[in-house]
T-cell receptor, first 117, second 112 residues
Framework: GAGVSQSPSNKVTEKGKDVELRCDPI?????LYWYRQRLGQGLEFLIY????????KSGLPSDRFSAERTGESVSTLTIQRTQQEDSAVYLC???????????????FGEGSWLTVV | DQQVKQNSPSLSVQEGRISILNCDYT??????FLWYKKYPAEGPTFLIS?????DKNEDGRFTVFLNKSAKHLSLHIVPSQPGDSAVYFC???????????FGQGTTLQVKP
């Protein structure tokens, strides 16, 4: 597809289970971002991948959260031992590059809606 | 540490009037500032941006103003239309880090 694709679009999981969220960025985009938006709150930066550089993980809220990216393609965000506070929409975005881009080439996916019960 | 702040969680405007959404930031190293619009159950979509070396950028009904000395930017929508009703996020981009930092969002309601 032409845009950023995320799966699953919706996920309901039991507290304590692990979940994995997937993001397929736009082909050729070297930069990939994960954000989280909890109900009634703003977009919260989680992690940023740029090419082969070490990812910026400064936004990950706890060690239960991790993310990987294979080269410049698919990324997976993993949440271990989910808690109810993890319920949110997880948004992935990609862009042609992190350095010098003017911002209007950052494209978002539709998000993965996670509900922890 | 909230680097990008939108202090008004909501704004209500009459159709045809001007909507002004405000945003403040703390880091003087940001290179670009952007506004995104988000409808429920959809990802944010890019609206308009401005480079840190400019003070105004206009695109149709949308104009963004940047006041670097005050570390403040605003989005003006005129005339406002009911279809503009959405959540608007201000974001700041740093070329050094590649990070895009968002504000909390402002929900705009344009009444017919």
């Amino acid at each position: 597809g032409a845009g950023v694709s995320q799966s699953p679009s919706n996920k309901v999981t039991e507290k304590g289970k692990d979940v994995e969220l997937r993001c397929d960025p736009i082909s050729g985009h070297t930069a990939l971002y994960w954000y989280r938006q909890r109900l009634g709150q703003g977009l919260e930066f989680l992690i940023y991948f740029q090419g082969n550089s070490a990812p910026d993980k400064s936004g990950l809220p706890s060690d239960r959260f991790s993310a990987e990216r294979t080269g410049e393609s698919v990324s997976t965000l993993t949440i271990q031992r989910t808690q109810q506070e993890d319920s949110a929409v997880y948004l992935c975005a990609s862009s042609l590059g992190g350095q010098g881009v003017n911002g209007n080439t950052i494209y978002f996916g539709e998000g993965s809606w996670l509900t922890v019960v | 540490d909230q680097q990008v702040k939108q202090n008004s969680p909501s704004l209500s405007v009459q159709e045809g009037r001007i909507s002004i959404l405000n945003c403040d930031y703390t880091n003087s190293m940001f290179d670009y500032f952007l506004w995104y619009k988000k409808y429920p159950a959809e990802g944010p979509t890019f609206l308009i941006s401005i480079s840190s070396i400019k003070d105004k950028n206009e695109d149709g009904r949308f104009t963004v103003f940047l006041n670097k000395s005050a570390k403040h930017l605003s989005l003006h929508i005129v005339p406002s239309q009911p279809g503009d009703s959405a959540v608007y996020f201000c974001a700041a981009f740093s070329g050094n880090t590649g990070k895009l930092i968002f504000g909390q969002g402002t929900t705009l309601q344009v009444k017919p």
